[in-house]
Nanobody
């Protein structure tokens, strides 16, 4: 059974920090590149960060570069997103996803497995 479960979201003041976690079943996680996406109300789901299956390579959207860090613990089967210097515009539901298709990892179409999402709300 494939399962991705996010946690760690919540309400935080602007400038604050949060750590999101995504616990994944082996089929979704082992040797799979992983990504974080987010979706704000009335907007399309957008790319946040990507990490290779080994963890050696990471990539970020411009709007989170320098503030967010993606990481993974392959022994635990857990994906993380460390979020610092949060802004109100970071408010969204955050999703982790397992990349199962080739192509651009900036696109949601590259990901075959998704979690249910965790809400992050940043107050001004």
């Amino acid at each position: 059974q494939v399962q991705l479960v996010e946690s760690g979201g919540g309400l935080v003041q602007g400038g604050g920090s949060l750590r999101l976690s995504c616990d994944a079943s082996p089929r979704a996680f082992n040797r799979s590149p992983m990504g974080w996406f987010r979706q704000a109300p009335g907007k399309e789901r957008e790319f946040v960060a990507h990490i290779s299956w080994s963890g050696d390579s990471t990539d970020y959207a411009d709007y989170v570069e320098g503030r967010f860090t993606i990481a993974r613990d392959n022994a635990k089967g857990t994906l993380y997103l460390y979020m610092n210097s949060l802004k109100p515009e970071d408010t969204a539901i955050y999703y982790c996803a397992s990349q199962t298709y080739s192509g651009s990892y900036y696109s949601t179409r590259a990901y075959g497995y998704w979690g249910q999402g965790t809400q992050v709300t940043v107050s001004s």
